[in-house]
């Protein structure tokens, strides 16, 4: 049986985890607060542990968040949730970006082990390894993986239903009349693609039909407009373009746009994130939401849960992913037909 957290302790109370962990190191909370947190944890037998109460007193009051493309709006809006979080709890966000690079996210990583962190988000970079990472990150440093997850890296994870995205976006051209769909894609290396491409997969699947097609591609809108003009150039040509953001979405529709071509009508195109520019766009985007700057609270979240519960077994929490149907996915062209 595993030991009671404070976070038991605070919902049996029915008090925030602050103002539990205030009651119980006999700082100011209201008399009632007090009694009712007292009792929690008096039924639940909790022990708090005054050496490590006065621990956490000498941290440092800073927590480190490494992302890999903060040009992409939606790891600038996953930031803004991660920081707005932790500043109003008094901490100190220090933000970098590898782009991408696990050279360079091995030097910030030591560079930001000279800020004595309390706490780490990690976006992991693709191709990042565990072994080097358990080498790099110190084990009593809490560790919050973040919308990526290494394989065999243990932690804390904020990320989001990607496959369940992916899968209704499959159900909805289906659903049109698509039967040969195409998934643009930089690799095969991280969670978040694997699983993205995997719940497409599913969706096909259901319907009997082969998998969809992979087109390689970089998460960018340069890899969208390479991945559109491929998909326009093969024989025969896919009806639907499932892209693995909106990125790449944006830069598919372009492609189409400098051709003459209008998404939705020759090649429907589908987009994940649902990024500010998926709506404004004309015609805006089929996308998929999932929240990133609750994606990124929730990692801030889990980061001082785990200060405060440094042995309390590791927590995965999935933003849900919601499908916006708009205006770059419509019923398949006939053959030979362009609609005017």
Not at 80 to 88: I, K, W
């Amino acid at each position: 049986m595993s030991r009671p957290t404070l976070i038991e302790v605070a919902e049996q109370a029915g008090v925030s985890k602050s103002t539990a962990s205030l009651a119980l190191r006999g700082a100011p909370v209201s008399a009632e607060a007090r009694e009712r947190v007292q009792r929690a944890a008096s039924q639940l037998g909790y022990i708090y542990d005054r050496a490590a109460a006065a621990m956490r007193g000498a941290r440092s009051g800073t927590i480190g968040l490494i992302v890999f493309d903060l040009a992409n709006p939606f790891y600038s809006e996953l930031a803004a949730g991660v920081s707005e979080s932790l500043e109003a709890e008094g901490a100190l966000v220090l933000i970098a970006d590898t782009r991408e690079d696990c050279g360079r996210q091995s030097r910030i990583l030591t560079r930001m082990r000279e800020h004595r962190l309390d706490g780490l988000i990690l976006c992991p970079s693709t191709g990042s390894d565990a072994s080097e990472l358990r080498a790099q990150i110190p084990s009593d440093l809490p560790l919050v993986q973040a919308l990526r997850h290494v394989d065999g890296l243990i932690s804390d994870y904020s990320g989001a239903e990607n496959a369940a995205g992916t899968q209704a976006i499959g159900r909805h051209l289906l659903g049109l009349g698509h039967r040969r769909i195409a998934f643009a894609g930089h690799n095969d290396e991280t969670s978040v693609q694997r699983e993205r491409f995997a719940g497409l997969k599913q969706a096909t699947d259901e319907a009997g039909l082969p998998p969809p097609i992979s087109i390689a591609c970089p998460p960018t809108l340069a890899g969208g407009v390479a991945a559109a003009e491929t998909a326009l150039a093969l024989g025969p040509q896919p009806t639907a373009l499932v892209c693995f953001n909106d990125l790449v979405a944006i830069g598919a529709t372009l492609a189409l746009a400098q051709r003459g071509m209008t998404p939705g009508r020759e090649l429907s195109i589908t987009g994940f994130d649902d990024i500010m520019e998926a709506a404004l766009r004309t015609p805006a985007l089929t996308t998929v939401a999932i929240e990133p700057r609750n994606l990124g609270r929730k990692a801030a979240e889990l980061v001082l849960e785990r200060l405060d519960d440094p042995n309390a077994p590791p927590k995965a929490c999935l933003q849900p992913a919601r499908l916006i149907v708009r205006n770059t996915t419509g019923a398949p062209s006939l053959p030979g037909h362009r609609h005017v």
